[in-house]
C-alpha cells in the first residue's frame, strides 16, 4: 500500500507540470493585451512598453513560462494587473471560501443520494423509484446557474427568508457557526448541492440493483440473513465506487462553481476566476486555474487511495 502511494506522488509530479504547461498557455493564447486595461488612452509606447517590461511580458513566451515556474514553486503566483495585490493571497482566500461550500454540498449529496438510492433500488418499479429517479434526471438536466436564479426569487425575493448575494461581513470574519452568516452560503449550497446528489443517486442506485440481483445475494436470503443485514453487505460492495465517485464530484464542485458563485456574488475561485477574465488579468487568471487544477489532480490521488482503504481487494500495481 505504501509503495503504491510513493508511485502514484510520484506520477503526480509530471502530471503537475503537464498541468502548468497547459494552464500557461491557454492564458497566453486568449485574445487581448492585459496592459491595455490599465494605461490611459493617451499613454505614449513607451509607457505601454515599460509597463510590459515591468510585468514580464516583454519576454519570449518560453523565458516567461520558465520565470513563471520558478515563481509558483516558491509559493510567489505574482502580483494581480488589477488590485495589485499577491495573487496567492487573493487565489488562498477564494479557494478557502469554495472549499467549504464544496465540501458541505458535497457531503450532503453524498449523505442522501446514499439514502435515496437504497431506498429506490430496494422497491424496484414502485412509486417511489419512479419519484426518485425523476429528482435524479431533474438534478443531472437542470442549469446550476437557472436553479440560482430561481432560489434567489423564491427565497430572497417572495419570501425573504435568505439574503440574495454576498457574504456577510466578509471571508475574513464569516462564521459557518453563526445563523446570520451561514444563511448566505445556505442557497449556493443548494444550487452546488443538487447536480451531484442526482448522478450519486443514479449511480447508488443501479449499482445496488446490481449487487442485489447477484447470486451471493439469495444465498444470503436462503441462509435466514435479515433483509436489513443483506442491504448493509450490498452497500459495502459499492463503497469503492461511490467513494470514487464522491472524489470526483467534490474536485467538478470546486472547478465548475463559476456560475452559481457569480450568481450569489460569492467570493469564491469560481467568482475571483470571472472577474480575472473580465479584466484580462493574467497572473491572477494563471494562478486561480493552477490552483483548481492542481486541487483536482490531488483530490483523485487521494481518492484512488482510499478506495483501496474502502476495499482492499483492489490490487494495485
Not at 503537464?18 to 486568449?30: H, K, P, S, Y
Not at 448575494?165 to 448566505?184: A, I, Q
Request: proline share 5%; aromatic share 10%.
Amino acid at each position: 500500500m505504501w509503495m503504491y502511494a510513493l508511485r502514484r506522488l510520484i506520477l503526480t509530479i509530471p502530471i503537475l507540470l503537464g498541468v502548468t504547461v497547459i494552464c500557461f498557455a491557454l492564458v497566453q493564447l486568449a485574445p487581448g493585451d492585459p496592459v491595455q486595461s490599465l494605461v490611459r488612452p493617451d499613454a505614449t509606447p513607451e509607457q505601454i512598453q515599460s509597463l510590459r517590461a515591468f510585468y514580464g511580458l516583454d519576454q519570449p513566451l518560453v523565458i516567461q513560462y520558465l520565470l513563471w515556474l520558478w515563481r509558483v514553486l516558491g509559493g510567489n503566483f505574482g502580483m494581480s494587473i488589477s488590485t495589485n495585490l499577491p495573487v496567492a493571497t487573493e487565489v488562498l482566500r477564494a479557494f478557502q471560501n469554495t472549499i467549504v461550500i464544496a465540501l458541505i454540498s458535497v457531503v450532503i449529496a453524498f449523505i442522501v443520494s446514499m439514502i435515496l438510492g437504497v431506498i429506490a433500488a430496494t422497491r424496484p418499479g414502485s412509486i417511489v423509484d419512479r419519484l426518485v429517479t425523476a429528482i435524479a434526471v431533474f438534478g443531472i438536466s437542470v442549469p446550476t446557474f437557472w436553479l440560482a436564479v430561481v432560489l434567489v426569487i423564491f427565497f430572497a425575493v417572495e419570501l425573504g427568508w435568505l439574503p440574495a448575494t454576498g457574504m456577510g461581513g466578509g471571508s475574513d470574519t464569516f462564521n459557518y457557526l453563526d445563523w446570520n452568516d451561514f444563511k448566505f452560503a445556505i442557497m449556493p449550497i443548494i444550487a452546488l448541492a443538487l447536480p451531484p446528489l442526482a448522478i450519486m443517486t443514479r449511480t447508488t442506485r443501479s449499482s445496488l440493483s446490481e449487487i442485489l440481483n447477484q447470486d451471493f445475494i439469495q444465498t444470503l436470503r436462503a441462509k435466514g440473513l435479515s433483509e436489513f443485514s443483506i442491504i448493509v453487505h450490498a452497500v459495502r460492495n459499492i463503497m469503492p465506487s461511490a467513494v470514487a465517485m464522491l472524489g470526483l464530484q467534490l474536485g467538478y464542485l470546486i472547478g465548475g462553481s463559476v456560475l452559481v458563485e457569480t450568481v450569489f456574488t460569492w467570493p469564491g475561485t469560481g467568482f475571483l476566476l470571472n472577474k480575472a477574465i473580465l479584466t484580462r488579468d493574467l497572473p491572477l487568471l494563471q494562478g486561480t486555474i493552477l490552483v483548481l487544477a492542481t486541487a483536482f489532480v490531488l483530490i483523485n490521488l487521494v481518492v484512488d487511495l482510499a478506495q483501496s482503504l474502502v476495499d482492499p481487494r483492489i490490487k494495485r500495481s
